[in-house]
């Protein structure tokens, strides 16, 4: 048994701006079962990139905290976020007619790649740092990332530290009372240099989370309100039993879903809007209702909202297989905002990338949104365009399930999200690609090779040179409309698979299928926005 902490200092790596609900939990977990462990939080996503060194060097040397946790969100440079144009570079770059805006995407992809490059070392100089300054300290690195590059993580952290693989309460709160062998999963980097592996034995019991005390999450992180307007991220399960191809959700939460209290969950919300008018909120579960039991807890929850009477904005991923007209009428008196989900409108696609649920059920789900009082919500639709198992045949039926959806919600309320499979090391896909030969087997899934980095964002020819261009079409012609980019890529799809040469494409059976679905169509025009 080491020394336990008296305090610790919990740094969230820079990233987008967006709410830091994994560490707020953690610091609120540790203070409810060790009320006398000081606890600060620095936001360095909040501090201009010129200011954080010595910020961080200043909050060090105010506390002198006993354990230093940063949490490291995002690390593969392919992942779009808000202030990321990566996809339009690449796009630029592979599809663009002009011979400029492809040089420019050259210049600009080594800019991107550079960027990358200096946030992650940036990253590992932060530790460097708490270590050169605390020789003593615990280091302690978790986050979304580590719990993908976990061992990557570990060999580069400073000598002494602990690398925290998933979820991190039980095991952050063992940290601190000194265990010689924490619990969960982790690697540690013994103060010789030499990397361990402990994996989980038991999952995080998440019954027992109670309702974030937010009074005393203010006085740790007053910087808080700097998040009040925007989408806060509220957990209330954990686990994901379904196997996508693509997916790292069961990797990171385990395959086994588990569940908050929904009286705590309301609490937690409600907290938030009583201590800081927070009015949106997103419920971070890899899926908020997928699983015939999740459904019934998701209704506890919606239950709960409605009795209170609390007026909210609220989204999160939806899987609709066991929807029902009841649970689509309270989703939408609760404030639901959006429909968000991943959407093809092939069962071929669905199938080849094991997604787990029927087209026809998702369509019959969007009927009951609409027959149960859809308003001016918006539909997203993730759409993985160009996935393994995409053709000409299947990409045609999802541009017609598209115009349903269209004439079922209105066209200016369906927003077609494109985004293409990033390849994540240890997922079926990754396996796949290595087999069929399109990576190579020892490839690293954190290189600085652009060219390896382009193929990580899976979008092979020939669809990916239709949709590369389709898209970047829309991107000029926004200029001269105020159409949704997503919409008006999926118009010059259409127009182009109407021609010859790729209507020659079209399986006898694909035609025919597509013909069927036709009739049932009644787009009406709409205004562009």
């Known amino acids: 048994m080491t020394t336990s902490a008296r305090s610790v200092l919990y740094v969230r790596?820079?990233?987008?701006?967006?709410?830091?609900?994994?560490?707020?939990?953690?610091?609120?977990?540790?203070?409810?079962?060790?009320?006398?462990?000081?606890?600060?939080?620095?936001?360095?996503?909040?501090?201009?990139?010129?200011?954080?060194?010595?910020?961080?060097?200043?909050?060090?040397?105010?506390?002198?905290?006993?354990?230093?946790?940063?949490?490291?969100?995002?690390?593969?440079?392919?992942?779009?976020?808000?202030?990321?144009?990566?996809?339009?570079?690449?796009?630029?770059?592979?599809?663009?007619?002009?011979?400029?805006?492809?040089?420019?995407?050259?210049?600009d992809a080594v800019r991107i790649i550079y960027d990358y490059a200096a946030s992650r070392f940036d990253n590992f100089g932060y530790m460097k740092l708490a270590r050169r300054l605390l020789p003593e300290a615990q280091i302690v690195v978790g986050g979304t990332a580590v719990s993908i590059f976990g061992k990557y993580v570990a060999e580069r952290c400073p000598a002494g530290s602990t690398v925290v693989v998933g979820e991190g309460e039980d095991t952050m709160l063992s940290l601190v009372e000194g265990a010689a062998e924490p619990v969960g999963e982790y690697y540690r980097k013994d103060r010789e240099g030499r990397i361990s592996h402990h994996s989980r034995g038991e999952n995080f019991d998440l019954a027992s989370r109670t309702a974030v005390d937010f009074d005393y999450i203010e006085a740790i992180f007053p910087e808080i309100h700097s998040y009040k307007d925007d989408y806060i991220g509220v957990n209330t399960k954990r686990g994901c039993p379904f196997q996508c191809h693509f997916c790292i959700y069961n990797k990171i939460e385990g395959a086994h879903q588990r569940y908050r209290d929904p009286v705590e969950i309301v609490d937690e919300i409600e907290a938030l809007?009583?201590?800081?008018?927070?009015?949106?909120?997103?419920?971070?579960?890899?899926?908020?209702?997928?699983?015939?039991?999740?459904?019934?807890?998701?209704?506890?929850?919606?239950?709960?909202?409605?009795?209170?009477?609390?007026?909210?904005?609220?989204?999160?991923?939806?899987?609709?297989?066991?929807?029902?007209?009841?649970?689509?009428?309270?989703?939408?008196?609760?404030?639901?905002?959006?429909?968000?989900?991943?959407?093809?409108?092939?069962?071929?696609?669905?199938?080849?990338?094991?997604?787990?649920?029927?087209?026809?059920?998702?369509?019959?789900?969007?009927?009951?949104?609409?027959?149960?009082?859809?308003?001016?919500?918006?539909?997203?639709?993730?759409?993985?365009?160009?996935?393994?198992?995409?053709?000409?045949?299947?990409?045609?039926?999802?541009?017609?399930?598209?115009?349903?959806?269209?004439?079922?919600?209105?066209?200016?309320?369906?927003?077609?999200?494109?985004?293409?499979?990033?390849?994540?090391?240890?997922?079926?896909?990754?396996?796949?690609?290595?087999?069929?030969?399109?990576?190579?087997?020892?490839?690293?899934?954190?290189?600085?090779?652009?060219?390896?980095?382009?193929?990580?964002?899976?979008?092979?020819?020939?669809?990916?040179?239709?949709?590369g261009r389709a898209y970047l079409e829309a991107m000029e012609s926004l200029d001269k409309t105020s159409d949704y980019i997503g919409r008006a890529t999926m118009d010059i799809l259409d127009r182009e698979l109407a021609k010859p040469q790729w209507r020659a494409r079209l399986r006898p059976t694909a035609r025919r299928q597509v013909v069927s679905l036709s009739p049932r169509l009644s787009v009406e025009p709409a205004a562009r926005r």
């Not at 909050?59 to 976020?81: C, E, K, T």
């Open 273 to 467: 809007q009583r201590k800081f008018g927070v009015r949106k909120i997103w419920f971070t579960d890899a899926q908020f209702c997928s699983t015939r039991r999740s459904v019934k807890h998701v209704e506890q929850v919606l239950d709960e909202i409605l009795a209170r009477g609390l007026k909210i904005q609220w989204s999160g991923y939806l899987r609709l297989n066991f929807l029902t007209p009841e649970i689509a009428r309270k989703m939408l008196d609760s404030g639901l905002s959006s429909i968000d989900l991943s959407f093809t409108g092939s069962q071929e696609v669905i199938d080849a990338l094991t997604l787990g649920y029927s087209l026809d059920q998702q369509m019959d789900a969007f009927r009951m949104f609409r027959d149960s009082g859809f308003a001016d919500q918006k539909v997203k639709l993730y759409m993985p365009l160009n996935a393994p198992g995409e053709t000409v045949q299947t990409l045609r039926m999802t541009l017609d399930r598209i115009k349903e959806l269209y004439a079922m919600f209105g066209r200016d309320n369906v927003l077609p999200f494109i985004f293409f499979i990033g390849v994540q090391p240890g997922t079926p896909v990754e396996k796949l690609l290595i087999g069929q030969g399109y990576l190579k087997a020892d490839y690293d899934p954190l290189t600085l090779n652009p060219f390896i980095i382009k193929k990580l964002l899976y979008n092979p020819k020939p669809l990916g040179r239709l949709i």
């Open 13 to 107: 790596l820079p990233c987008w701006k967006i709410y830091p609900g994994g560490v707020i939990y953690v610091a609120d977990y540790v203070h409810k079962h060790r009320p006398e462990v000081e606890q600060q939080l620095l936001d360095l996503a909040l501090v201009p990139k010129a200011q954080r060194k010595e910020v961080l060097r200043e909050r060090i040397a105010a506390l002198r905290p006993d354990v230093v946790a940063f949490s490291w969100r995002n690390m593969q440079s392919f992942g779009p976020h808000p202030e990321d144009d990566a996809l339009d570079v690449v796009m630029n770059f592979d599809h663009a007619k002009s011979p400029l805006r492809r040089l420019k995407a050259a210049k």
